[in-house]
């Protein structure tokens, strides 16, 4: 199972003094000293924290794994296709959240989602999509041409923490059930089963000892780690819980 860093935060920390520092460059490379295995970032439509210069410079100063988040929108798509990282996740987008608040609705949307992944696909790209753990848009991610689903697990963590951290807390072991569903269902149609959302390193192992799941993202908890002990120690102790949940 592989961790992807979200270093989103690290240029949250940048913008509140629209400076230089700190770089997410030098963040991405210190993720990758402490294990992770790939980045990611969110390139949001009001460029609050991540730049399209940092999404550049992470492409030409790195070897890392790059996995760019971005709206459903002409433009993204055209600067996904010039920068081309390993992967591109869809997420649904809203200007006033404070981070993202559900998956996308792929039932909704579907032709135009399905012209995305399409255009990003003839430029080499993988896409995944950020889907809530629901049936109907597992179903609709395969029809339109998803290699890859991301599920959203925020009720999951929100549960766990609403329960005092009770894993066994029946709404959490409902969330949790929930992911699991969708993850055998993501498997069942051929996708890669990948999650996250909201992971900590209170409630990382149950969704860690999911069956299937190939990647977790992670990003707002390892960043706040990373301000007492640093990012490499905090990716090296994630790898470690992540590891240590699967039984390895
Ligand atoms: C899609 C998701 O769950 C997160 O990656 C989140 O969108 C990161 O971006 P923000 O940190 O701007 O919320
Ligand atoms: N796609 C989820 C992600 O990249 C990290 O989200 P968070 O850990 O910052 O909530």
Redesign the pocket.
Known sequence: MELGV?I??VATLRQVRRTWEPDPVWAAVEAHLGGADGI?V?L?EDR??IHDEDVRRLRELTQVKLNL?MAATAEMVGIACRIKPEMA?L?PEGRQE???EGGLDIVAHEAALKDVIARLGEAGIVTSV?IDADPAQIAAAARIGARVCEV?T?PYAHAFHGAGRDAEAPAVVAELQRVAAAGEAIRALGMRFNA??ALNYYNVQPIARLPGVREL?I??AIVSRAVFIGLRAAVAEMKRLMREAAGG
């Open positions: 979200n989103d935060h990611t969110h949001r609050r924290h988040e996740m997420v404070v981070t993202t950020f959203h925020g996250g959302h993202h990003g707002h």
